[in-house]
């Protein structure tokens, strides 16, 4: 079928990242960060601090990471030019894992007498900073002071959060280095075009839960995989993101607004509260149909003859939004068993949609769909015309989703 308007696949750039490991308990996760950098698609160079190499070994390293790992004792060999000064013309972007007080402290005050202090003062790229220390020392003035001399230049932070900490008898705290996931998606914003700064994205995620009495609900098996990956991009590329979630498992992207509900009368009241302030919606959340007519306060007492419930239709949200509409750029997700497209394009035009993302349950158990990492759809245009794509990760349909609800902004704001 003929598109009427284009939607380019538009790959990450692949690029060159340094990650300098600090001495924190928490460079034991460096060797994991490395991984999920290097298939995210990074090429990657590491300078490993004498007191990381107290927490984790070289080879490790070098294996993880596939490079060569430089440390200070390299740096000292007799070389003309110098290491720091070689390596400052790699990176596009630089990590500062495991990032300890002590490491901020040199680089905030310009002392360059580590290769890993040494090269952050002669790379001029993007650098960000992944703390991970003991509550008392993040909170502490110095450090403070030190990230807002850092900031002040132009560098970035990710975390650290409250959590669990490595040190024996300190319980939890702020302090704790995010994960490695979240370090892959901080990357991938430093070096990620941000085309959609100055648009808010409304993004609904996961399941709906409608109680027929305080301990049992109807629902259905949504992960929120999806929509938090299409928030994550947005954010990553720039966007302004309130994510209305259902209930599930999972962490929200860092930097999103979020309103957490439970019911699909909650839903409403979100989205609808949001919805004049926004550019586009991206509705992924499975939204249950129906609710109970009329839901008990008390616990129903199991008896042993059948039980006949009464539900009364949800009202459904997207078709409201769809009737609201001005400027927005609306995107449903459609799950069908069958006769995919026309039942799908038939949602788009009574939703008033601009597209509609089709996908299919009955590809749960192949690790696409519900729950899952992958997915695999079909994007629909009310006018029935259909583009299908393969099989990708959430977060690539995510951004290519992207791709389309901005092509289509483009569209309107040149007419
Ligand atoms: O969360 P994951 O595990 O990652 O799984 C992702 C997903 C499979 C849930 C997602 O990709 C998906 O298909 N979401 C939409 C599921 C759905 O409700 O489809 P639908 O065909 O019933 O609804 C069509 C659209 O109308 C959807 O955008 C839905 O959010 C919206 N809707 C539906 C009912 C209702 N009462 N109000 C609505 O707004």
């Known amino acids: 079928m003929r598109s009427r308007y284009n939607i380019l696949p538009m790959p990450f750039l692949l690029k060159n990242v340094l990650v300098l490991v600090c001495g924190s308990v928490a460079a034991g996760k460096a060797p994991t960060a490395l991984r999920r950098l290097r298939e995210a698609g990074y090429t990657l160079q590491v ?52 990032a300890t007080s002590d490491t901020m402290a040199r680089a905030a005050l310009g002392l360059s007498g580590d290769l890993a202090s040494a090269t952050l003062l002669s790379v001029r790229c993007p650098i960000l900073w992944v703390p991970a220390m003991n509550p008392r020392m993040w909170e502490h003035p110095a450090t403070q002071g030190h990230k807002t001399t850092l900031e002040s230049w132009g560098h970035h932070f990710v975390g650290p959060v409250s959590g669990k900490l490595g040190t024996r008898g300190e319980g939890a705290g702020m302090g704790r280095m995010v994960e490695p996931e979240d370090v892959v998606g901080a990357v991938r914003a430093l070096v990620t075009a941000r085309d959609l700064e100055g648009l808010h994205f409304l993004v609904t995620a996961g399941p709906t839960r409608e ?24 954010l990553e590329r720039g966007a302004q993101v309130t994510l209305v979630t259902g209930p599930v498992s999972l962490t929200p992207p860092p930097g999103a607004k979020v309103v957490q509900i439970e019911s699909a009368l909650e839903l409403k009241a979100a989205v609808d509260a949001a919805f004049e302030s926004v550019d586009a919606v991206v509705m992924t959340a499975a939204v249950a149909d129906y609710r109970a007519s009329k839901p008990s306060s008390e616990k129903e007492t199991k008896t042993s003859s059948a039980l006949t419930l009464e539900l009364t239709p949800n009202p459904d949200i997207l078709k409201g939004l769809g009737e609201r509409k001005t400027h927005q750029i609306l995107v449903g997700f459609a799950m069908e068993t069958d006769k995919g497209v026309d039942k799908a394009a038939d949602k788009a035009r009574r939703k008033n949609l601009d597209f509609i993302l089709l996908n299919y349950p009955a590809r749960v158990g192949e690790g696409i769909g519900f729950g899952a990492d992958d997915n695999e759809v079909t994007l629909v245009r009310p006018d029935g015309t259909f583009e299908v794509w393969e099989r990708m990760t959430k977060l690539e349909v995510g951004k290519r989703v992207l791709d389309g609800i901005l092509e289509r902004w483009k569209e309107r704001n040149v007419k």
């Open 47 to 98: 300078i490993a601090t004498a007191r990381a190499l107290e927490f984790v070994t070289a080879l490790t390293l070098a294996t993880a990471a596939e490079s060569e790992v430089h440390t200070d004792l390299d740096w000292f060999k007799v070389q003309p030019g110098g290491k720091h000064l070689e390596l400052s013309h790699f990176p596009d972007a630089v990590v500062v894992l495991a």
């Open 211 to 234: 109680y027929l009495d305080p301990v049992r609900f109807i629902s259905n098996p949504s992960s929120g995989k999806m929509g938090y990956a299409v928030a994550k991009v947005a």
